[in-house]
């Protein structure tokens, strides 16, 4: 079963580049779906596309106008097809019956709502990952947020993807955090997040080391900017251990290397943690006063289900 | 939505292709074009279409749009997230992209397909039709041939390639 439905999607790609051959709306979503699915045939894909390309001496990354004109087609014939199906599926439901769905639609909300158990994370957030600013609950999110021109977000993302308030501060280990962040002084053009925990060692989150990163990352601030999202969560686990973890996010002018602010904090994370955190921690790195600090602090919990480590 | 697609197609594949912020864009052509579909799909429905009040640039509405796509994508796949230390999958064509897809000796074989093309029609037809995209009544014109005969070249033509691609095991 597998091979066949695998020769099939090959079958489908070498039609896809042949011009001699029709391509339909069904073909593209098949092939589509198949190479959602499967690494192998996403490799066959890029292999044979790649070649296509390299024998029209186009560069890999330009697309022939075959595969343009079959793109456009496709999506198209999908777009036309999808808002078909909306408007039969509207008209296919009596008039008279519309107030009646309304109502169940309402009362379905309301027993989904009233029956959610405590213990399941809630999820905040399906479709946008943008948000109007008067949406916006980044400062309560993020605890105290004393400067109000940047500030730091973070979301819990449980095994099964849904993303959940970091309730009470808590996250949990084995899942991934996310991190947010919004600011409005468009001269912050950079974001420097790590995290500590208590030891001497700091997590590394943007610029992420490992990830070819040095130094901060660019960032969108603007007045009336909207919350942005960073790209790609991150695992609690292997670095992370349970207990408190501080979320530092620098918002600054200029670029800070990590190899300057590894060097900064090397044997003094413990003395930073104590006290008056932000101060010591703006003069161990010497920012200057322009400088936003957001903080954000978090408990990670063992595994869930396991009992609560002392606090 | 032809002509909206066309007009905006090379805003939305840059977006993919080089990324934004922190994101340096989808590496695969797979990944790619899936991603270039979800966008316009996304950009077609009718929500999408009421929700742009048509006096702001279009394309600070589609470059809005097509940034939260990614977002979306990256977010729920775990194949694009960051590794962490921890052994999540990741994206294997993240490091060097061609180097993955073909041998450097495979890929200068696979090139030279094109200076193969010594023909001056063939070669017209090759540029005309797969690169530039010119209609086959087109180059029909240009060439001096019937539109069924110009069909019959650029059937040819692919077959050619095929056949290059077998000779260097690309195909099996």
């Given at each position: 079963m597998f091979w066949s439905s695998e020769n099939k999607t090959e079958r489908l790609i070498a039609r896809y580049l042949d011009p001699s051959r029709r391509w339909s709306r069904e073909d593209d979503v098949q092939m589509r779906d198949a190479l959602r699915e499967s690494e192998t045939l996403r490799s066959l894909y890029d292999k044979r596309v790649v070649a296509h390309r390299l024998m029209l001496g186009l560069d890999p990354e330009t697309p022939s106008h075959v595969e343009q004109d079959r793109q456009m087609a496709a999506t198209v014939r999908i777009a036309l097809h999808a808002e078909a199906a909306v408007e039969e599926s509207?008209?296919?439901?009596?008039?008279?019956?519309?107030?009646?769905?309304?109502?169940?639609?309402?009362?379905?909300?309301?027993?989904?709502?009233?029956?959610?158990?405590?213990?399941?994370?809630?999820?905040?957030?399906?479709?946008?990952?943008?948000?109007?600013?008067?949406?916006?609950?980044?400062?309560?999110?993020?605890?105290?947020?004393?400067?109000?021109?940047?500030?730091?977000?973070?979301?819990?993302?449980?095994?099964?993807?849904?993303?959940?308030?970091?309730?009470?501060?808590?996250?949990?280990?084995?899942?991934?955090?996310?991190?947010?962040?919004?600011?409005?002084?468009?001269?912050?053009?950079?974001?420097?997040?790590?995290?500590?925990?208590?030891?001497?060692?700091?997590?590394?989150?943007?610029?992420?080391?490992?990830?070819?990163?040095?130094?901060?990352?660019?960032?969108?601030?603007?007045?009336?900017?909207?919350?942005?999202?960073?790209?790609?969560?991150?695992?609690?686990?292997?670095?992370?251990?349970?207990?408190?973890?501080?979320?530092?996010?620098?918002?600054?002018?200029?670029?800070?290397?990590?190899?300057?602010?590894?060097?900064?904090?090397?044997?003094?994370?413990?003395?930073?943690?104590?006290?008056?955190?932000?101060?010591?921690?703006?003069?161990?790195?010497?920012?200057?006063?322009?400088?936003?600090?957001?903080?954000?602090?978090?408990?990670?919990?063992?595994?869930?289900?396991?009992?609560?480590?002392?606090? | 939505m032809e002509a909206v697609y066309r007009a905006y197609l090379g805003l939305v594949r840059t977006v993919v292709v080089h990324g934004f912020g922190g994101f340096r864009g989808f590496r695969g052509p797979a990944d790619q074009d899936d991603m270039i579909q979800t966008i316009f799909l996304a950009a077609f429905e009718e929500n999408a279409r009421l929700r742009y009040d048509g006096v702001s640039p279009y394309v600070a509405f589609l470059r809005g749009l097509a940034h939260n796509k990614v977002r979306q994508q990256l977010s729920k796949n775990t194949r694009f997230a960051r590794t962490d230390g921890a052994p999540v999958p990741r994206d294997p064509m993240a490091e060097d992209f061609e180097g993955e897809v073909l041998k450097e000796e495979t890929r200068t074989a696979v090139s030279a397909f094109r200076e193969g093309v010594t023909d001056r029609v063939e070669r017209a037809i090759l540029e005309g039709y797969f690169i530039e995209g010119l209609a086959e009544e087109t180059l029909a014109s240009q060439v001096g041939m019937t539109r069924y005969k110009v069909r019959k070249m650029i059937a040819a033509l692919h077959r050619r390639m095929e056949k290059h691609l077998r000779e260097h095991d690309v195909l099996v």
């Open positions: 509207a008209w296919a439901l009596p008039t008279w019956t519309m107030p009646l769905a309304g109502m169940a639609a309402a009362a379905l909300v309301a027993i989904v709502v009233t029956s959610n158990p405590t213990s399941t994370p809630t999820p905040i957030s399906g479709e946008p990952t943008t948000s109007s600013p008067h949406e916006e609950y980044l400062g309560i999110r993020s605890g105290s947020r004393k400067d109000v021109r940047a500030g730091i977000g973070v979301s819990g993302i449980d095994a099964k993807g849904r993303e959940y308030e970091v309730q009470h501060d808590r996250a949990w280990i084995q899942d991934r955090i996310r991190f947010f962040y919004r600011c409005e002084d468009n001269q912050l053009a950079h974001l420097f997040l790590f995290g500590l925990q208590n030891d001497e060692n700091p997590r590394w989150y943007y610029p992420l080391p490992a990830e070819g990163e040095h130094a901060s990352i660019p960032t969108r601030c603007a007045s009336n900017s909207q919350r942005t999202q960073l790209q790609g969560d991150t695992l609690l686990a292997n670095r992370h251990v349970a207990g408190s973890l501080t979320i530092v996010g620098i918002f600054t002018e200029a670029p800070i290397s990590h190899e300057a602010v590894h060097a900064s904090l090397k044997g003094r994370v413990n003395r930073i943690l104590e006290g008056a955190f932000e101060d010591n921690l703006r003069e161990a790195l010497s920012l200057d006063e322009n400088a936003a600090v957001s903080v954000v602090n978090l408990w990670i919990h063992p595994e869930r289900g396991a009992t609560d480590v002392e606090r | -």
